[in-house]
């Protein structure tokens, strides 16, 4: 059982860790703004997924970013982009004044992500479906090199529609790569409409275990569920484990929650404002 000053130290890290993420998620608004850059919508729900793993289980030190030895992380929904670079400059990977480049002709954050365009950036993803292949592959290879690496790789519950999605989790579970962790941004939209109603994603948590996974279900902004989760994630040993972050597209913003406009809308100027003082930062 913890000791009361290590539950108020892990309480004063959630309420650290809750401050950012109103703060970064009124720095991801401006930056579509003034990128003329979509997908907000879709950052907006995975930061706290990010969050959660940086501000915990990961083994990643910001100034040996490719130590051999490090976790893996991998942004499979490629295009929330901006939600990692945001993350990775909190935690102090790169200088947080390059976030002002986002998306901008010789910047060295694209709008979608290129292999070690940036440290910590560990692969190309936003052509869904393929996150979870490389990530599996990772993992093997430390097995077979003896590190104690962990690979994490998250997902969007519409990349499930991929096939090969489905291939990557069975060979997962056939090589039992206990060192591997997919987490679902269940937000439950996609491109064109409501997951559920452009294929028949659920039961998702069945389908997962299913396929030999190690299956938990939390509510995807609540950053001490989302970090008990990944701290267990890894200590069954019997398998692969996926958790599955029951998320909000948009979170953070009353007019953009839920709201599948914001898949491609841009915020105007005004909206920038409005969403600022809503999070408390004007």
């Known amino acids: 059982m913890p000791s009361r000053s290590e539950t108020l130290s892990a309480e004063a890290k959630l309420s650290e860790l ?4 109103r703060r970064l998620r009124g720095q991801l608004v401006q930056m579509s703004h003034t ?16 969050l959660a793993a940086y501000g915990g289980a990961l083994r990643i030190d910001p100034h040996q970013p490719w130590d051999p030895c490090r976790d893996r ?11 990692l670079y945001v993350v990775l400059a909190e935690r102090g990977f790169f200088p947080r004044e390059w976030l002002a480049t986002y998306a901008q002709p ?23 479906g393929h996150g979870l292949s490389l990530g599996a592959g990772m993992a093997l290879a430390g097995r077979i090199q003896r590190r104690d690496y962990r690979v994490w790789v998250v997902l969007s ?5 991929e096939g090969s999605v ?11 790569l206990t060192n591997l962790v997919a987490i679902v941004d269940f937000n439950r939209w996609q491109a064109t409409g409501r997951s559920e109603e452009v294929l028949a994603l659920s039961p998702l948590a069945d389908k ?12 995807g902004h609540d950053l001490g569920e989302l970090q008990q989760a990944i701290d267990r994630s890894l200590q ?19 007019f953009m929650e839920d709201d599948n406009n914001w898949h491609y809308r841009i915020p105007t100027a005004d909206e920038v404002r409005a969403a600022h003082a809503e999070l408390g930062l004007a």
Do not use: Y
């Open 166 to 176: 489905w291939e990557a989790a069975m060979f997962a579970a056939a090589r039992q």
């Open 106 to 128: 010789g910047s060295c954050l694209p709008e979608q992500m290129s292999p070690g365009c940036v440290p910590g950036v560990e692969a190309a993803t936003g052509s869904l």
């Open 18 to 21: 809750a401050h950012a993420a």
């Open 236 to 254: 069954t040993g019997q398998g692969p484990a996926c958790i599955i972050a029951r998320t909000i597209k948009g979170r953070g913003v009353s």
């Open 35 to 50: 990128a003329r850059a979509p997908h907000l919508g879709s950052a907006l729900s995975c930061l706290d997924i990010l």
């Open 73 to 83: 992380f991998i942004l499979s929904k490629g295009h929330a982009a901006a939600a």
């Open 157 to 161: 519950d519409g990349e499930c529609n």
């Open 208 to 219: 997962w275990s299913a396929f030999g996974w190690q299956v938990t279900e939390v509510n």
